[in-house]
């Protein structure tokens, strides 16, 4: 991470290999930024930002999401979460920005939202 700025890229060493349009950079607000930065200072030596407690991937996220939020109002299905917060970005950025933020390779996935 540099600055505000968050890369997303491939992880072999994790066996993670987006496809060639998933791999970006993406602007993140100031206070995520610090959340990242003190999360790699609790966990030194990886890149994750949701390290599991021996710093590896985490597997089990969702499922640590939705037991946090048993019995609540809040919804934890990631993907909603992610076309939610897309569906509000909207208003905020021109599509074609949002395109490549959400890391899509057609706009046409991204008006869906």
């Known amino acids: 991470m540099l600055g505000n700025i968050l890369e997303i890229k491939r992880k072999p060493k994790y066996k993670w290999h987006p496809q060639k349009w998933h791999c970006r950079k993406v602007s993140i607000p100031?206070?995520?930024a610090d959340e990242i930065r003190q999360?790699?200072?609790e966990w030194p030596g990886t890149n994750l930002i949701f390290p599991n407690e021996r710093?590896?991937?985490n597997k089990h996220l969702l499922r640590r999401l939705q037991r946090l939020t048993k019995g609540t109002t809040l919804f934890t299905e990631l993907h909603k979460l992610r076309?939610?917060?897309a569906t509000r970005?909207?208003?905020k950025f021109p599509i074609s920005e949002l395109q490549t933020i959400l890391g899509h390779?057609?706009?046409e996935t991204s008006m869906k939202y």
Do not use: D
Request: proline share 6%.
């Open 39 to 41: 999360r790699q200072k």
């Open 55 to 57: 710093g590896k991937p």
């Open 105 to 107: 390779k057609k706009l």
């Open 89 to 91: 970005m909207n208003k």
């Open 83 to 85: 076309k939610t917060w």
């Open 30 to 32: 100031e206070c995520v």
